[in-house]
């Protein structure tokens, strides 16, 4: 087809948003074992019950499943002391997310983000013909001050991932009821608290109470970190008027059957969800101070992954450490579209790879 044809095109702006690019999973050719700690999964895997749950429905796959996930509503709900009919399911906390740009957004507006947060706010925000705004850290952390002081007449939403992603920080939540009480009553709250079962922290809260008795805040969750990445599970709380206004452009099944009932399986498996949060807080707790008597920084973490800060200069970069440890089967992530050029992130997998990493890293910075 010859280029001056008619065809097609993307509205304004499509073509100017930088596209999401997953952590590596493959090693290169002839690595005999793959550790892969790119992508903050669930070492133990998914829970027994949940594997067993997605068998039953395989023999039902002709069948759609509920349009509203009830019963998966009512299980997240009976976990957590919540109204079902407040909660939204969907494919992955990441479809909610961009659901909530694209029906509280519009060009013209804008929206409020940290500088090294979750890729897809920025594109979310890009997609609904928006203005992203992402506003300066403190110490790799959210600073309230500055994502208040970036509020303008235009602001319609401020997204906060609490814990963050890929720095590992949080904001302790009387900073967040200070940060909602300062914020005008018709911008929306969204608090991303994907990484919230791994919290170990007293003045953390995932932000159940503040999404119930506000008009104006809403709560994100995601059922990969409990096991469950490959099957998409994510999950909303909010007033009724928001729920009611996605549930209106949300897709009539965007949680599929096997989802349902794998999510519904793992969230009431509270044992497993306990082993997973305790094996984290073990190894955390191991390879941060693993990591700094090798003399590299490592960003204080409350999720499952630890971020990695290399030194400066070719020798023991991030990237050339990223090479060395992908021929030896460990793969990490690399950070440099997250604003650290010369960092890794390392998802916290088991004793083996946790161990081999280490040990690895050790021969590395001796070469």
């Known amino acids: 087809m010859k280029q001056d044809q008619p065809r097609p095109a993307p509205r304004a702006g499509i073509m100017d948003i930088e596209a999401y690019v997953p952590g590596k999973s493959t090693a290169p050719a002839g690595v005999a074992k793959v550790y892969k700690l790119s992508a903050n999964e669930n070492p133990l895997g998914p829970s027994p019950k949940a594997i067993e749950a997605a068998r039953e429905v395989a023999a039902k796959l002709d069948v759609y499943p509920d349009g509203s996930a009830r019963r998966l509503r009512e299980a997240i709900a009976e976990v957590h002391g919540l109204n079902p009919a407040n909660i939204i399911c969907s494919n992955g906390s990441d479809e909610i997310l961009g659901l909530l740009a694209q029906t509280y957004l519009a060009p013209g507006d804008e929206a409020v983000f940290t500088e090294h947060a979750f890729m897809v706010y920025k594109i979310y925000i890009q997609a609904a013909g928006a203005k992203p705004v992402a506003v300066k850290e403190t110490d790799e952390r959210a600073d309230i001050d500055a994502i208040l002081a970036a509020v303008t007449p235009?602001?319609?939403?401020?997204?906060?991932?609490?814990?963050?992603?890929?720095?590992?920080?949080?904001?302790?939540?009387?900073?967040?009821?200070r940060l909602h009480a300062a914020l005008p009553k018709d911008v929306l709250l969204v608090l991303d608290a994907a990484y919230a079962e791994y919290v170990r922290r007293n003045d953390y809260e995932a932000g159940i109470e503040l999404a119930g008795s506000s008009e104006n805040v809403v709560m994100t969750r995601t059922f990969s970190k409990l096991g469950l990445g490959g099957a998409r599970v994510g999950w909303m709380y909010g007033p009724a008027h928001i729920v009611d206004a996605i549930n209106r452009?949300?897709?009539?099944?965007?949680?599929?059957?096997?989802?349902i009932e794998a999510g519904i399986a793992a969230i009431r498996d509270r044992?497993?969800?306990?082993?997973?949060a305790t094996h984290n807080e073990k190894w955390l707790a191991w390879l941060s101070a693993e990591l700094t008597g090798l003399g590299l920084r490592v960003t204080p973490s409350v999720g499952n992954f630890v971020l990695i800060h290399f030194p400066d200069g070719k020798k023991h970069s991030a990237a050339a450490a990223d090479d060395y440890l992908s021929a030896r089967g460990y793969i990490l992530r690399r950070v440099t579209g997250y604003g650290f050029p010369n960092a890794l992130r390392m998802s916290i997998g088991t004793e083996e790879a946790n161990r081999g990493v280490i040990d690895a890293l050790k021969t590395f910075l001796k070469s």
Do not use: C
């Open 154 to 177: 235009a602001t319609r939403v401020v997204f906060l991932a609490n814990p963050n992603n890929p720095t590992g920080t949080y904001v302790p939540f009387q900073e967040v009821r």
């Open 271 to 276: 044992a497993h969800i306990e082993r997973s």
């Open 249 to 259: 452009i949300r897709g009539p099944f965007n949680v599929n059957a096997t989802a």
